[in-house]
């Protein structure tokens, strides 16, 4: 199943013919009107009944669904209470930061949720910043989580999205010692979507394809087999110490590709467009405007 939300409302995509995952081919369900009221238009608050949801959704006879314009999809998580960040999760891009690969607890920070904003926000660039990208597969959490082992951690994970971890360099090193989240957490810097898919969508959810472009120029480009903690073992570490709660957003990391690790160094320029994707999970693409 893949969940959206369109216009601020829950919608389920259902795809019209082929099974093309373009949202051009795609229907859109208006949950709240298709279960009669038994669960509300409110995206993020389906995750505090994801199990009754999915339940549900298993079983209802859905009407067709109606065309939408892919740029009315906001995040479909987009008010998550927690939302956390792994640094360092792939071995390529520890290198390119100058950092060794983590061994032991993986290192994590924080976005603030303010920043969490749909598949084709436009982002405004921060004046005399050196603003990055960094894709990474995002996981949300559909069961609260506390102290659960790895084997047991999917079963509390909703469904993955494509994020884009947007990071302003010079605001992210500013303190002493380095102090991430203010710097990852600008308005616009937490692009997440297009939609929402359950892990029984994919063929194999451990080994997924993600990539980001400029302009139609690559930059990156790894798989999901290349996470050093895997989400199973993050879901595992993260809520060893602290409860995951449902709606809780994961940007697991990103792979090597990312602006400050290219010689000379390249930041993201106004006008640009960043088209961040991931195999089975659909793509974001957002363009930067000047702070005016
Ligand atoms: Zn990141």
């Not at 998580?77 to 360092?88: C, E, K, S």
């Amino acid at each position: 199943m893949r969940i959206a939300n369109l216009a601020d409302r829950l919608v389920i995509l259902v795809s019209r013919g082929s099974g093309d995952s373009q949202s051009s081919h795609d229907l859109a369900v208006d949950v709240e009107k298709a279960s009669g009221g038994k669960f509300a238009a409110d995206p993020q608050s389906i995750y505090h009944r994801w199990e009754d949801f999915v339940g549900w959704a298993s079983t209802a006879e859905l009407p067709t669904g109606e065309a939408f314009d892919p740029a009315d999809l906001g995040s479909p998580a987009p008010t998550p209470r927690q939302v956390l960040a792994i640094g360092l999760n792939y071995r390529a891009h520890a290198a390119e930061s100058g950092f060794a690969a983590p061994t032991g607890e993986p290192p994590v920070f924080t976005k603030f949720s303010s920043c969490i904003v749909g598949p084709y926000a436009e982002v405004t660039l921060p004046p005399g910043g050196h603003t990055d990208w960094e894709v990474e597969l995002v996981a949300v959490v559909g069961r609260r989580a506390f102290q659960v082992s790895a084997q047991d951690a999917l079963q509390h994970v909703a469904g993955y999205a494509v994020g884009q971890d947007i990071s302003e360099r010079t605001l992210q090193m500013a303190a002493t010692p380095p102090q991430f989240s203010l710097g990852k957490s600008l308005p616009g810097f937490g692009p997440v979507g297009p939609w929402l898919t359950t892990l029984d969508e994919l063929e194999d959810p451990n080994d997924l394809w993600l990539r980001c472009a400029i302009d139609g120029q690559q930059v990156q480009s790894s798989r999901t087999s290349e996470l050093i903690y895997s989400v199973p073992e993050l879901v595992a570490k993260l809520s060893a110490s602290i409860p995951l709660l449902p709606g809780d957003v994961i940007f697991t990391g990103t792979p090597s590709g990312v602006g400050l690790g290219q010689s000379p160094q390249r930041w993201l320029q106004p006008g640009e467009e960043l088209v961040s994707s991931i195999e089975g999970l659909g793509e974001l693409r957002n363009r930067f405007v000047a702070a005016s």
